[in-house]
C-alpha cells in the first residue's frame, strides 16, 4: 500500500510488522498467468491463449471458487493502519471459519469506474464533479485503469477503461448537464462494464445529488446485482437537507439506497452539504482505495446452489495499537454451475 508524503499523517504502521513487495503472498493479486479464480460469484469462463511460440508458456486451471475480500482497517482516530499480517484476520462464511489462501498488503492494481450524475440538477455542480474526478485520477498508478460513465436521462460510456488517464480526463472536459438522473441504470452499467476490468481490484465512485428518476433497473435488482460482483461502490453526494414536496419515493430513497449498498460491498458514501466539500471527498476515497489489504479463500461450501453466503471479518488486536475496526463486503452469491 502507498500513500503520498502529504498523506502519511493519516496513516498508522503496525508495530514490528513490514510488507514487501514482491513477496510470494502478494503476488496473486498481480499475476496475469491465465488462471481461473471465480471472484465472488462471477465465473471465469477459461484462460485466455498465449502466443504459442513462447518457450516458457504455462496455462494453468483452479477449479477453486476463490472469494476476494477487500479490507480497509482504521484507528479510534480513523486512519488507516497497515502493516498489519494474514494471522491478524480471520474470516468466518456463517459459523465456519476460512482459511485464508491468499493475502496482500500491497497497493495492488485497481480497475475503477466513475460514474457522473450529468441531470439538470447538476448545473451548478459539474464543474466540482470534474474536480473531484481528476483528484482521483491523479492517484491512479501506471496499472491501474479507469472509465467514465455519465447518466443523466440514461446512462451512457463516455470513455471505456483504459491505462491513457488522459482519455478519461478529456471526456470529463466535454460533460453537459441536463434531463432526469438515471442512477440505478448507471450502476448496472458500471458494474456491466467491470466485467472487462484486468486487475484484481475493483471500484465503483459514484457522484450524484439525489436519488433516481428515470431508471429500467429497480432498487432490488441492483442490490442483487451488487452482491453477485465482486466489485466495491463509493458514493459522493451532494443531498438537499431539506426534502421539497413532489420528490419521488425513488428520489427520496436514493442517499439511503447509496448508503446501503456502499456498505454491502465494503465501501462507504460520504454525503456533502456543499458541491465544493466534493474533491476533498474524492481525495479520502483515493487514500483508502490505495490503503486496503486483499484476503482470499476457497470456501469449504463448494455447493453450486446461488444461494448468498455472509460473510464475517474478525480482527486480532495487534498490541500497542488500541481497538482497530475493519471493513469488509459483507457476502456474496455462490455461483450455480
Not at 476460512?98 to 460514474?115: C, K, Q, R, W, Y
Not at 471526456?171 to 486487475?199: Q, V
Amino acid at each position: 500500500m502507498r500513500a503520498s508524503a502529504s498523506h502519511k499523517t493519516g496513516l498508522v504502521r503496525a508495530k514490528l510488522a513490514t510488507v514487501k513487495r514482491g513477496s510470494s503472498v502478494a503476488s496473486f493479486v498481480f499475476a496475469a498467468l491465465s488462471l481461473t479464480v471465480f471472484a465472488a460469484a462471477q465465473t471465469s469462463g477459461g484462460a485466455p491463449d498465449r502466443d504459442s511460440n513462447a518457450d516458457q508458456t504455462i496455462n494453468i486451471r483452479v477449479d477453486t471458487n476463490l472469494v476476494v475480500v477487500p479490507v480497509t482497517v482504521t484507528d479510534k482516530a480513523n486512519r488507516f493502519v497497515l502493516g498489519l499480517e494474514k494471522k491478524d484476520f480471520q474470516i468466518f462464511e456463517g459459523d465456519t471459519e476460512e482459511n485464508i489462501t491468499h493475502f496482500s498488503g500491497e497497493d495492488a492494481p485497481l480497475s475503477v469506474g466513475m460514474l457522473i450524475d450529468t441531470s439538470g440538477s447538476m448545473g451548478l455542480k459539474l464543474d466540482t464533479s470534474r474536480a473531484a474526478v481528476s483528484e482521483l485520477l491523479k492517484t491512479l498508478n501506471a496499472e491501474d485503469e479507469a472509465f467514465l460513465i455519465e447518466f443523466n436521462d440514461k446512462a451512457s460510456v463516455l470513455q471505456g477503461l483504459t491505462s491513457r488517464m488522459e482519455d478519461v480526463q478529456n471526456k470529463l472536459d466535454s460533460l453537459h448537464t441536463g434531463g432526469l438522473t438515471a442512477l440505478l441504470d448507471a450502476i448496472h452499467l458500471g458494474l456491466e462494464e467491470m466485467k472487462k476490468a484486468k486487475n484484481p481490484r475493483k471500484a465503483l465512485v459514484v457522484i450524484s445529488d439525489g436519488g433516481d428518476n428515470s431508471s429500467h433497473y429497480t432498487q432490488q435488482q441492483i442490490k442483487d446485482l451488487v452482491r453477485e460482483a465482486d466489485v466495491q461502490l463509493y458514493a459522493m453526494g451532494v443531498f438537499e437537507p431539506v426534502l421539497f414536496p413532489g420528490l419521488s419515493k425513488a428520489e427520496i430513497s436514493g442517499p439511503l439506497l447509496l448508503s446501503e449498498i456502499s456498505e454491502q460491498t465494503g465501501g462507504r458514501a460520504f454525503g456533502a452539504s456543499e458541491s465544493s466539500q466534493l474533491p476533498l471527498i474524492a481525495e479520502k476515497i483515493a487514500i483508502e482505495l490505495h490503503n486496503q489489504y486483499v484476503l482470499a479463500y476457497a470456501p469449504a461450501n463448494q455447493t453450486r446452489d446461488g444461494k448468498y453466503r455472509a460473510i464475517t471479518l474478525k480482527l486480532r488486536q495487534p498490541k500497542g495499537l488500541g481497538d482497530l475496526k475493519a471493513r469488509w463486503r459483507l457476502g456474496y452469491y455462490a455461483p450455480t454451475q
